[in-house]
């Protein structure tokens, strides 16, 4: 239906000054960025997937989460007087794991540890979990500032608001139209015009709130995950007006085929536009860090988590005889039909594991019936780095895990499909098309090493040096 398209095809849509044009009259915050991974959401998903996508704001309940709510506002009334910090943790619950019978904030708290006595954290409550106890306990929370400001926005939404966030949706409209011969259509458009219009209603009230909170902390440094996500940019635009230094760590897969950590040139030259993004982004390593055209300072600091990990690994002489199949949460039933075609062509002692995306382990269940996965293993430890110690080869499409597996599998493929091209239109490892070329080149011994010399240049070592490092340069904290 469409050509192959690039990213860099896509951003042609942004890459015009009538976007710039809107803005927050009060607080002078572009319009354009708060809502631009929405509008490019929509469009890949449509690329990649075939059928339109109709809303990825997905429902909270409010009420499941409420007594969590509750427990987080005596929570922060007891421990806010203790917690004036010059380091700022700004991050989702998403990472939370039990550690020990604690939970332990994988994406944070290691950060947050490294500088203890300097570091506050400010978490968001992940599906009603009240994650303590916990490892790191100079945690407060936000998720009821972040209530009131979406009620706020419902609230004070007015007319001028909503003509506002119409003209620049239809102005984007308009573009993606004339360069990509894609439409967004009635309905998407007027999700995305409703949403923006009470994104721009509550800037004046989360700006406050995000002026409030900081000066209270008495913070001279902010780590915030998604940062250069247009959703940051509201709180990195207060942070950066107050003189604070605005850093984000980063959380996950990141790729010159990412749309939240690309964008037009019109937009890396424009003022505002920089105002409402970290000044500093702390990479995995210089792979990542090339793959990005933010106008931030990318720095290479490290992956902790899978340096925590791999010690806990380190010694393990296991037998490598696993084909390890990675699910990507959506796909799951092409990944099993790939998965079930290696194993009709591999022999002993290879096997073939399939390991699911957390996302889609219950569709897995109901998936399954009869022999429908034949000689396919599925893999069920919570640890990916386990599996990483029996796997001879890594095998996936657009996930982390080819990456984490360097220096761990024997041998990593990425599949080639439009998919893993746009994702990544550079990347280091061998590629193969279907399952019949997989299972060529798996018999062929020379194809899917990847050069361990890589591994520093993908992952930095010694995260804990570069982190603190960092900290004492650009904020003179000695910790």
Known sequence: MYPEYSLYDLLEVENHPSLLEFKCAETDILLWPMVRNYFFRFIIFDLMY????????????????????????IHNFRHWHQNRSNIVIMTTGLGNVIQDGRWFNRLSDYFAMAARRETLTIEDLHEGRWPFPRHNPRVVFRTLMDLRGKIAGAILV??????????????????????????????????LSRYLARQIAAIPIRRRAYKRILARTGARVVIKQLGCYGISGVFNATANDMGLVVAEYQHGMISAGHDAYNVAPILIQNRLYKRMLPQFFLGYGQWWNDQINMPVAKIAVGNPHRTEQLKRITGRKDIKSDILVLGDGYKTAVYLE???????????????????????????????????LRDVHIDCNPDIYRSFCTAHAVVSEISTGLFEAVGLADRVFLWNTYRARFGYPTHPFASFSDSRDLIEKLHNNHEGYVDFRKED?????????????????????AC
């Open 50 to 73: 075939g059928g339109q996508s109709v809303n990825q704001f997905p429902h909270r309940n409010y009420r499941v989460i409420l007594p969590s709510i509750v427990k987080s506002v």
């Open 158 to 191: 007015s007319g001028k608001d909503e003509s506002l966030s119409k003209k620049l949706i239809a102005m984007a409209r308009y573009r993606a139209k004339n360069h990509l011969n894609w439409e967004l259509g009635d309905k998407r458009s007027a999700i």
């Open 338 to 372: 790939l998965a079930r075609n290696l194993s009709t062509g591999i022999s002993k002692p290879f096997r073939v594991v399939f390991r699911p995306h957390p996302m889609e382990r219950e569709k897995l269940s109901a998936l399954y019936s009869g022999n429908l």
């Open 457 to 477: 240049h993908i992952w930095s070592p010694n995260w804990r040096d570069n982190y603190l490092a960092f900290l004492n340069d650009i904020g003179g904290v």
